[in-house]
């Protein structure tokens, strides 16, 4: 037990640079939501917490070098509460992306997006009419369409070429019409009516060939947004759940701590507690 705190110290300093993988992963939601995702406020409980975890990892490394009593009972206070945030995130980020995926399409390597197959409240949010019109235009002005075009000695490329393309799920969902609405390819954001019927897909007829409309105003699109918002908070998700256990293991070995450096303020010997009642009293922190 004596060398409890000494432990803590260590391990606090480690959960301080952990933090910084949280704070990054934030900062790279933010950058997504700038520039490919467009969602601007899912990343900011993430940096807030890895924001906490550096102040609090501080506090606790304090309160374990110079037994300072008071430290370590707000440490492990704070960090308690953090871990149950943390944890709530967790689950919070894992029901909003649960469901929902791209659907394969026969001769083509990218998939489809379909906003039915989402649900939710992530998916109400995106969908929207209030909420899309600031979605919408952040895709529109990522440029991420008119990034998707190839050229070759100045020539487009061709269909087939086109359909063996692993696409974005934005680019699938807002850059080109649903496969099933039979549209002919041009090029990569120029699409022609076929001469057969069109799909029942109310997407059909918002596509335009118009660079500033697109199919950013189709289902599709939304779903597409969706699905990239998915993939990013599942790869945040997979760190967060690695330093939740790493602090649940750190917060145990600080109460030991802490318990430890109220012994020694009452010049307690070790090994030995002190009874100054004839009965023992209910657990105290």
Same mark, same amino acid.
């Given at each position: 037990m004596r060398t409890s705190n000494h432990l803590i110290g260590a391990l606090n300093f480690s959960t301080f640079l952990l933090s910084i993988p949280i704070l990054g992963g934030g900062i790279w939601l933010s950058s997504r939501s700038n520039n490919? =995702?467009?969602l601007q406020f899912l990343q900011w409980p993430l940096i807030i917490i890895g924001i906490s975890i550096m102040v609090i990892s501080l506090a606790g490394f304090a309160g374990a070098c110079y037994r300072n009593t008071f430290l370590m009972r707000l440490y492990l206070v704070a960090m308690f509460i953090i871990i149950a945030v943390l944890i709530g995130f967790i689950i919070f980020a894992y029901v909003v992306t649960d469901k929902g995926s791209g659907r394969? *399409? &026969?001769n083509r390597v990218y998939l489809d997006y379909y906003l039915q197959d989402y649900s939710g409240w992530l998916e109400?949010? *995106?969908a929207s009419d209030s909420y899309w019109g600031k979605i919408s235009s952040c895709v529109r002005d990522?440029? &991420?369409c008119r990034k998707l075009a190839r050229n070759f000695n100045g020539v487009p490329e061709s269909a087939d070429m086109f359909n063996l393309r692993s696409l974005t799920s934005i680019q699938s969902g807002c850059c080109k019409p649903p496969t099933d609405c039979g549209y002919i390819y041009q090029n990569e954001t120029i699409w022609n009516l076929g001469n057969g019927l069109m799909s029942a897909n109310p997407d059909c007829t918002k596509w335009s060939n118009d660079q500033q409309q697109l199919c950013y105003a189709c289902d599709s699109c939304k779903a597409g947004v969706l699905a990239s918002v998915r993939k990013s908070w599942r790869k945040v998700s997979v760190i967060?759940?690695?330093v939740m256990i790493i602090l649940v293991i750190v917060y145990i070995i600080a109460y030991a701590a802490y318990r430890n450096n109220r012994?020694? =303020?009452n010049d307690e010997p070790y090994g030995e507690a002190r009874m100054t009642k004839s009965q023992p009293s209910h657990f105290h922190l």
């Open positions: 490919t =995702d467009c394969r *399409v &026969t109400e949010r *995106v990522s440029n &991420t967060n759940i690695v012994r020694m =303020d």
